[in-house]
């Protein structure tokens, strides 16, 4: 069972906003800004889309975008596209070092 | 042009040994720590170890603890992993991953060795 907890799928259609919640503790997402997230095409490798809770890598589209409050970290998709279609996972740092990853949610473009 | 590739991964049986290997290019690879992240079959991604840029720290997890060793040779820009007494919940694709900042996240990801773990 995933520390993190995010749900297991979300959809919505071609240009509708979707939001991707990941949920934790005080004690990682609680404390730490250390709040990733990863697209990962099936079959393909994960991208990291957002990083630091909420910035993005050069390249990444400002469709994406990331927050936080208190135990859960969200991800944001706006103007939703086909090619979004990909599972999403969050992950977060925990102390100690320890590295703590979602479940992964299946986001549908409809 | 950032180049991460695996290699070592097979089948092999459970109580054997394995080593995975990471070679990286297109970063200066000694300024980065380095992390091994594995995915099983149709399941979520799960961090693995970490590695400091000099080689000085190294994290596990818990269920890697005492049988997986990480390490790193800065002059040939590799990482590996070294996986001793393997059980079937090490069956995973195992991904080495780059952290090119002072955050802690997964820049640049390698396509993945799959180590199969079975009788």
């Known amino acids: 069972q995933s520390v993190l907890t995010q749900p297991r799928s979300v959809s919505g259609s071609p240009g509708q906003s979707v939001t991707i919640s990941c949920t934790g503790t005080?004690?990682?997402?609680?404390?730490?800004?250390?709040v990733s997230w990863y697209q990962q095409i099936p079959g393909k490798v994960p991208r990291l889309i957002i990083h630091?809770?909420?910035k993005r890598p050069s390249g990444v589209p400002d469709r994406f975008s990331g927050s936080k409050s208190l135990n859960t970290a969200s991800l944001t998709i706006s103007g939703l596209q086909a090619e979004d279609e990909a599972d999403y996972y969050c992950?977060?740092?925990?102390?100690?070092?320890?590295?703590?990853f979602g479940g992964g949610t299946k986001l549908t473009v409809l | 042009q950032v180049q991460v590739v695996e290699s070592g991964g097979g089948v092999v049986q459970p109580g054997r040994s394995l080593r995975l290997s990471c070679a990286a290019s297109?970063?200066?690879?000694?300024?980065?720590?380095m992390h091994w992240v594995r995915q099983a079959p149709g399941k979520e991604l799960e961090w693995v170890a970490v590695?400091?840029?000099?080689?000085?720290?190294?994290y596990y997890v818990d269920s890697v603890k005492g049988r997986f060793t990480i390490s790193r040779d800065n002059s040939r820009n590799t990482l590996y992993l070294q996986m001793n007494s393997l059980t079937v919940d090490d069956t995973a694709m195992y991904y080495c991953?780059?952290?090119?900042?002072?955050?802690?996240?997964?820049?640049?990801w390698g396509q993945g060795t799959l180590v199969t773990v079975s009788s």
């Open positions: 630091d809770v909420n």
């Open positions: 992950c977060s740092y925990a102390g100690r070092y320890s590295v703590l």
């Open positions: 297109g970063f200066t690879f000694s300024k980065c720590a």
């Open positions: 991953a780059s952290q090119n900042s002072g955050s802690i996240q997964f820049d640049y």
């Open positions: 590695i400091w840029y000099d080689g000085s720290n190294e």
């Open positions: 005080r004690s990682d997402i609680g404390t730490y800004n250390y």
